[in-house]
Every structure is written in C-alpha cells, then in structure tokens.
C-alpha cells in the first residue's frame, strides 16, 4: 500500500513563499514513482477541492489559472518526491493542499490520496 505525506504547509504572510512536499511511500519493488501521475489539490473551507497542478509520468505539467505564473511543480523521482513551490502568496491561497497519485499497473488504476497540508495566507 503507498502511503502519499504531504509536508511543508504553513503560516505565511501575503506575498510570501512556500514549499510543499509530497513523498511517496511503502512502493513495490517494481512499482518506480516515475511511473506516478501527481497532482496537488486544495480545499478551502465551505468550497469543493479544486485541482492546483499536475505533473505526469512523462514530465507534462499543467497549472489552475488563478496559480499560473506563481505556483511551480517538480519531480524527484530518485527521492520519490513532488514539490510545489508556491510564490507571490495571496490570502484566497489558503486552504488545506492535498497530494494525488496515480498510476496504470496490468490495466488496472491505482490511486493514493495524502492527508494534506494545512497552507493559510494571512498578515
């Protein structure tokens, strides 16, 4: 069973950074991260879970509009490890930011979810 643990969230004043991290645990001797879809979502209180960024197994990355320009994906696939480095913070930012995994085995789909990580914008 892989186990996602999201860390780095935080209290940050507006305009200031973060970075989270997402690391994959409890993978297969044959199950290699690289082959892991990621995706970070966040979850603002009273509001639906809207999807933040993605980075696929190929490297293909996509961002939400309202984070293009200010929010960055990466991969460590050699630490198991998707960062989101979140810059230019706004108070609308806040919300708790949940990691997502997934990956194709046998044609069948196997996805992870993360606790998440607590993330409030404010001065």
């Known amino acids: 069973q892989v186990e996602l643990v999201e860390s780095g969230g935080g209290l940050v004043q507006p305009g200031g950074s973060l970075r989270l991290s997402c690391a994959a645990f409890?993978?297969?001797?044959?199950?290699?991260?690289?082959?892991?879809?990621v995706r970070w979502y966040r979850q603002a209180p009273g509001l639906e879970r809207e999807l933040v960024a993605s980075?696929?197994?190929?490297?293909?990355?996509d961002y939400w509009n309202s984070v293009k320009g200010r929010f960055t994906i990466s991969r460590d696939d050699e630490k198991n490890t998707v960062f989101l480095q979140m810059n230019s913070l706004k108070p609308e930012d806040t919300a708790v930011y949940y990691c997502n995994a997934d990956t194709l085995f046998l044609s069948r789909k196997f996805e992870y979810w993360g606790q998440g990580t607590q993330v409030t914008v404010s001065s």
């Open positions: 980075i696929t197994s190929a490297g293909d990355i």
């Open positions: 409890g993978l297969a001797f044959s199950d290699y991260f690289s082959n892991y879809n």
